[in-house]
Nanobody
Framework: QVQLVESGGGLVQAGGSLRLSCAAS????????MGWFRQAPGKEREFVAA????????HYADSVKGRFTISRDGAKNTVFLQMNSLKPEDTAVYYC?????????????????????WGQGTQVSVSS
């Protein structure tokens, strides 16, 4: 059974930082990508960042590029999303997900349909 559990969300002021974690279990992830998505009330789920587990190659949404960093700790099966210079527009529930990514560049792994398993989400709220 694949399980993804997000943590680290909370309330932060604009300009602040937050670090999200996604604890993954149930399989080895060497052939997979890990992605972060977010969903604000009334909006569709939006791609944030993706990382290839085996190589660490990454891809980011334009809205977060330069501010957010996705990384992984292979030994701990944990994916992180370091969020800096947070804006109120970043307010959303953040989800981690995993999907098969062999021979798929990370810039292709931007659709929720590419991912098979999802965590429960963690709330990030950014105030002005």
């Amino acid at each position: 059974q694949v399980q993804l559990v997000e943590s680290g969300g909370g309330l932060v002021q604009a300009g602040g930082s937050l670090r999200l974690s996604c604890a993954a279990s149930g399989r080895t992830f060497s052939g997979y990508a890990m992605g972060w998505f977010r969903q604000a009330p009334g909006k569709e789920r939006e791609f944030v960042a993706a990382i290839r587990w085996s190589t660490g190659s990454t891809h980011y949404a334009d809205s977060v590029k330069g501010r957010f960093t996705i990384s992984r700790d292979g030994a701990k099966n944990t994916v992180f999303l370091q969020m800096n210079s947070l804006k109120p527009e970043d307010t959303a529930v953040y989800y981690c997900a995993t999907g098969w990514a062999t021979a798929q560049p990370m810039n292709v792994m931007t659709s929720p349909d590419k991912y098979n398993y999802w965590g429960q989400g963690t709330q990030v709220s950014v105030s002005s």
